[in-house]
């Protein structure tokens, strides 16, 4: 029946059938159910739950093709569309992007929980990584998978952990009020004395102040 689906065997593996969402309208899905008729019938069952879920607008439905997206594709994919809508933080995003491609680039990102995160902070810690950038990676990589989400590419969005806020790597090396008026002092180019002085009455980032119109 249309609503139940069904399963076959195709040469050596077990196939299944069913309809769902495909491109906004309901079509017929086939992919592989496993090698037995007992993971097949299992792999059915789960995909028909989805499909209702789907239609009660619980959860979205992904279908097959959210197994075959890895994590590289998700961040590429999010990096894609920081660069369309024209932020100022691309450069730092795909900075901080590196290490994740190269680390767990490969890994499903339909796969990815808190051991995977675990594993990568563990990683990154073996690397003398500062814990403030562990956490920009995990956060880019988390803001990744709910744009993902949010495009309908997987059905969910896995659980991301950082190292939190008290394992932030403190700032040091700040200017008392003397110590800035003589460096100010000191520098011979105008527009850059200029630069530095508003940086220290406004402590914006040096990034904002360039983007200003004077």
Do not use: C
């Not at 024209?86 to 901080?96: E, Y």
């Not at 990815?112 to 995160?117: D, I, Q, V």
């Not at 995990?138 to 495009?151: C, F, G, I, S």
Request: aromatic share 6%; charged share 30%.
């Amino acid at each position: 029946m249309r609503g139940k689906g069904r399963i076959f065997r195709r040469g050596g593996r077990w196939w299944i059938a069913y309809y769902g969402p495909v491109r906004g309208r309901t079509d017929q899905i086939r992919e592989a159910g496993g090698d037995t008729r007992e993971e097949a019938e299992r792999a059915l069952a789960r995909r028909l739950t989805e499909v209702r879920l789907h239609r009660e607008g619980a959860r979205q439905f992904a279908g097959p093709a959210a197994g075959k997206l890895t994590v590289r594709k998700v961040v590429d994919s999010y990096l894609e569309d920081a660069e369309v809508r024209g932020l100022r933080s691309l450069r730092t995003m795909t900075a901080h992007s590196k290490h994740l491609i190269h680390e767990i680039g490969a890994t499903r990102a339909t796969l990815l929980s808190s051991e995977t995160t675990a594993r990568y902070i563990r990683e990154r810690k073996r690397q003398k990584a500062a814990a403030a950038t562990i956490n920009r990676e995990l956060e880019l990589l988390r803001a990744a998978v709910k744009h993902a989400h949010a495009d309908g590419l997987i059905a969910w969005v896995p659980p991301i952990r950082t190292l939190g806020a008290r394992q932030e790597t403190v700032r040091s090396g700040f200017l008392d009020r003397e110590e800035m008026a003589r460096l100010i002092a000191a520098i011979r180019d105008e527009d850059l004395r200029d630069f530095v002085a508003f940086f220290s009455l406004t402590a914006m980032r040096p990034g904002e102040i360039a983007s200003l119109r004077w």
